[in-house]
Structures are given as C-alpha cells and as structure tokens.
C-alpha cells in the first residue's frame, strides 16, 4: 500500500517558490510529472521522497507524516531514483544492486536478498555484466543499474527524477512497461510528453512551481502544453508533436 497526500506545501528558493494546495496520489497510481527545465519537478520529487526538509505542510505516506517516519521504515516505503547519482568507489553492478536490499536487512543480505538481486538483473538486462565495475559501464548502463538499484529496495512508492535520461528508447520502453504493470505506486519526472500519455495513469504539469494541470492523459490538451512549454504542438490521433 502507498497513498501519498501533500497539503499546503510551500519551500522557497531565492525567487523560485514550490506551491502545492492538495495532491493526492492513490496506490498503485502511476504518475507522470512535467514542466519545463526549473519548474519544480525534482524540487518536488525532493519534498515527497522526505529528502528535502525545509518546507512547510504535510506530506503523508498511508497516512503518516514522512518526517516522523523513521529512516529504515521510510525506506521500506519509499524509494527515490535522484536525478544524478554517483558512486564514492567501484562496486560491481552485482553489489550495488543488492545494497537495495539493505531497508529489508538487519545487518547482512540473506540469500533471498542474493536471489532477489539477480532476479532484478535479469529483468533489467544487466546478469551479463552483473560483475563489471560501475565505472566501467556507459551512462546508459549506469542509469539501469541505478534504476534497478531503486526496483530493488522493493518500496511500495517509488518515486523516479528522469529515469530515462541517457536510456535508448528499447530500454526505455522495456522500463516503461514495467512501470505500468507493477502493482506498486509511481511517481516520475519525465520530458517525453508522448511517453507521459501512453503510460501513466495521471499527468502533473509544472510551471513556476505550481500546478497547472492535473488529469489523466486524455484530458491533456495543445493549450495547455503551450501554456507549459510556450511552444506550440498540434494533436495527432493520441500523439503530441511539435506544430
Ligand atoms: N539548491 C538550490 N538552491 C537554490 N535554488 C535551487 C536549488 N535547486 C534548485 N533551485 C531552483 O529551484 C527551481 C526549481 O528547480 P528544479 O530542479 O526543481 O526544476 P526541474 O523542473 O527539476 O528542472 P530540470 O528539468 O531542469 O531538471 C529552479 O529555479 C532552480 O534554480
């Protein structure tokens, strides 16, 4: 189970301000998040995931405020893919991946935590390289591992800030399906407004740290993608491109 419910949030940055009155996101919800490059979506995606603390509002996961939740329970039902990760020093994909394990351990990974891992490294692609350094890998290969870092810490919302930067669209696509067949609750920043309709169940769009759209794909619409982007797109049967 993974309700979010954000009330009165409010964080401000110099002369940017994040605003959101009521956003409520019910489980197993797959939600898209959009907006121009500084309208608020990782700043965001920040406040949700209980990494960033100097706001003032509600953000409840089931019911429970995140700040009071504490750092392993948290984890268990929560976790956040940020927009740039980095490693201190070389571990194997086999060994990152695995560390999602870790909210689920006390201590030490079992041998469901090691079977658990590998079955993710299948699924993502990455049992053939399960055993190269992270350093050695591609952006692209780096971003999967990441992900499937993410997959594994197995938290009933997962909230991703642009999971497919430096994805090929197979990859990309294979992630996306995924996504939308688990039963868990997502949250993720993206910039293909095509890929945002065709699968997510709710789109939000960001401008100037407010939302100004709320809905389902279907109610998407060329105004306001305009109004989000200033760039004009025509509709083309269920697509958007650029007009
Ligand atoms: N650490 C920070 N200190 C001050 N201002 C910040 C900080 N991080 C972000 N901002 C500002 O907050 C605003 C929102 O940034 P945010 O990163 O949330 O946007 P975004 O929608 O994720 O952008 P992008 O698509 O470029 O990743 C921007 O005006 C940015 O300059």
Redesign the pocket.
């Known amino acids: 189970m993974a309700k979010l419910e954000v009330f009165n949030l409010k964080l401000k ?2 002369r ?1 301000e994040l605003s959101v009155d009521r956003l409520v996101i019910e489980n197993t919800e797959k939600i898209a998040v959009l ?10 995606l920040e406040v949700i995931s209980g990494n960033l603390k100097d706001y003032s509002g509600n953000v409840l996961i089931d019911g429970s405020d995140i700040e009071q939740l504490k750092k392993k329970t948290k984890a268990r039902m929560v976790s956040f893919l940020p ?1 740039f990760t980095d490693v201190l020093f070389s571990q194997t994909v086999y060994e990152l991946v695995l560390l999602g394990r870790y909210p689920h351990s006390s201590g030490y990974f079992t041998e469901q935590d090691k079977k658990k891992t590998l079955e993710v490294l299948e699924e993502f692609g990455l049992l053939d390289i399960k055993d190269v350094g992270y350093f050695e890998l591609s952006g692209g290969q780096k971003r999967r591992v990441m992900i499937a870092r993410t997959v594994n810490q197995d938290a009933a919302l997962s909230i991703f800030d ?1 999971p497919f930067a430096n994805l090929d669209i197979k990859h990309s696509l294979s992630i996306l399906n995924r996504m939308s067949l688990t039963k868990k609750t997502i949250i993720a ?1 993206i ?1 293909d407004v095509n890929l945002a309709v065709a699968f997510f169940d709710r789109i939000i769009i ?1 401008k100037n ?1 407010s939302i100004i759209f709320l809905g389902k794909p279907l109610d998407l619409n060329t105004e306001v993608l305009h109004e989000a982007f200033g760039v004009d797109f025509k509709s083309c049967s269920d697509r958007f491109v650029f007009a």
């Not at 907006?35 to 965001?44: A, I, R």
């Open positions: 940055r110099n940017f907006g121009e490059n500084g309208s608020g979506k990782t700043t965001l927009q642009e920043s910039h960001l740290g």
